[in-house]
């Protein structure tokens, strides 16, 4: 499936996640578009691509459809996340998953495994799990079947982390670190360095 | 200038402040290269642009190259930027802003205003910052001259902020809201959604 459909099904996903859908309601291509930003013939085909769950001139069964793209996502179940790198960045990263997730039961992402390096980091608890060294990464990642990383080590060290994490089964990784990661062709890495977008974002000031 | 040419040059610029270049320090277009995943002659072409500031044989005086990045990136000054939502993300960004620059006097963005609608918030500090009321925005974005704001409100009020906020001034958003943004031309919006990335990185497993 082209990066592109699999980007605006998680929107579409997103959006049916904070919308509400309750009173069994129904959700148009023109609706979703328009929260999307795409056309709604964009919305119809990229919907089609996984069978017809809509109905002409009445649109999507909200919650079938919220769960149809959740299956397809891979996340109809919680995401073990494991995140690499307890400074400033992945301690705000954790609390924000693990109050998302604490808070809303449709919110599939659980840190289950922090790391960091520093022994004033080692040992101490955010949102309710402990942080551990990052020599214990492998046994952790392996025993809490951890394939989704985040990465956020100063740039130096992010390399380094990434090979230990692909060692141990990690297969997906969100690096917040400046640094483009080398990993094989069965692992993903998606960018999203809030530093480098507020950068590139001054440059048009 | 390509957006793809601002991204790679903000690349630099990351990679540059984050490395040591005491001692009039040269950084080869292959060193450059190599933290950035792009091939050597990538970077001096990028660079070429801007004139000729390498030597042949050893490339570039760091100190000198990060000072011409941060000049055409406007972050040779700091930048004064607002976050619009205080909620786990919005919170936790404002305190990675100012910590960063706090610790770090080459980090050139700084959250210079806070806001929210919710009472309890409102009033509230953050590293040093108050959040003031969303109906404060326009007089406060005038007066701390914001150009760069940060959305992170939930998706039914991100068009409604962005609004407010363009008519003030601003002209370039980060919008962490999982909606498209409808701004005038001379506005730039840049997406970085963690929770979209994530779910497209659970699609990959």
Chains 1, 2 share one sequence.
Request: hydrophobic fraction near 50%; avoid cysteine.
């Amino acid at each position: 499936m082209p990066e592109v459909v699999v980007r605006r099904l998680a929107v579409y996903l997103r959006i049916l996640r904070e919308a509400d859908l309750s009173d069994n309601r129904f959700v148009s291509s023109a609706e979703l578009g328009e929260w999307a930003g795409v056309t709604p013939a964009q919305v119809r085909k990229d919907l089609a691509m996984f069978g017809e769950f809509g109905k002409q001139g009445v649109g999507y069964q909200g919650r079938n459809l919220r769960d149809e793209l959740a299956r397809i996502l891979n996340t109809d179940e919680t995401v073990a996340v494991a995140i690499i790198g307890m400074g400033e960045l992945g301690a705000a990263l954790a609390r924000y998953i693990q109050r998302r997730h604490a808070g809303n039961r449709e919110y599939p992402f659980r840190a289950v495994a922090l790391f960091d390096v520093d022994p004033a980091k080692v040992g101490v608890s955010v949102e309710g799990v402990a942080i551990d060294h990052l020599d214990a990464l492998p046994e952790r990642v392996r025993e809490q079947k951890v394939k989704l990383a985040v990465v956020s080590v100063p740039a130096a060290a992010a390399q380094a982390v990434t090979d230990r994490a692909v060692a141990a089964g990690v297969r997906a990784i969100l690096d917040f670190a400046p640094v483009k990661l080398r990993v094989p062709p069965h692992v993903r890495v998606h960018y999203a360095d809030v530093s480098l977008e507020l950068h590139q974002l001054a440059f048009y000031l």
